[in-house]
């Protein structure tokens, strides 16, 4: 059972990116939901850190070989840093953006992660989920999305809908085969 990221972590990776985004440091960070990513990264750097400002700041100073790339937390855990992302090609939203946007895009069309991004350009938060960029406006706002993201993904009810609600029109057919199949059986066993 994987666990949900702790209000500490939350806070870290927050200040973190409010911090680089008044400096215009660029910052990438994957948030894993419940699907893998591992067949959509490329190269870095594996590592098991605690999630901490002093960790992430280092990891993102430009001095840093590993600055341009993302940085994986999964299960409460930075697990790799300076990994390539796929990039989007829905032109639409990243049209006035860089690639660390194309980037968090990318891995936000293929599954269902949160990237963070702070542009380096601009010195601005956004946020990319389910193949949407969304710019955080206020500095409240990127905290509320990765909590509203965690709760979705990691909350006991989410874990519920999860099985009763996710991939319904296959499991009615599956249902409907298998009542099917043992109508079929029990039938001709009464002729």
Known sequence: ????????????????????????????????????????????????????EPLLQSIFDPSTPGHDGA??????????????????EDFQQIRQYGTRHSAALGIAEKTDALSVIVSEERGTIAVARDGKLKLMIEAGQLEKEIIKFLDEKFSPKARYSTIFEANT???????????????????????
């Open 71 to 88: 940085v994986i937390i999964d299960d409460n855990v930075v697990t790799k840093f300076a990994v390539h992302l796929p990039l989007s």
């Open 169 to 191: 029109s296959e499991k009615i057919l599956a249902l409907a085969v298998a009542l099917l199949l043992w109508y079929v059986m029990v039938y001709q066993f009464r002729i």
């Open 1 to 52: 059972k994987r666990r949900s990221t702790t209000p500490e972590h939350i806070e870290n990776i927050v200040h973190v990116a409010e911090r680089l985004a008044q400096q215009k440091i660029g910052l990438l960070i994957v948030i894993r939901g419940k699907e893998t990513l591992d067949f959509h990264l490329q190269g870095g750097f594996s590592l098991n850190g605690q999630i901490s």
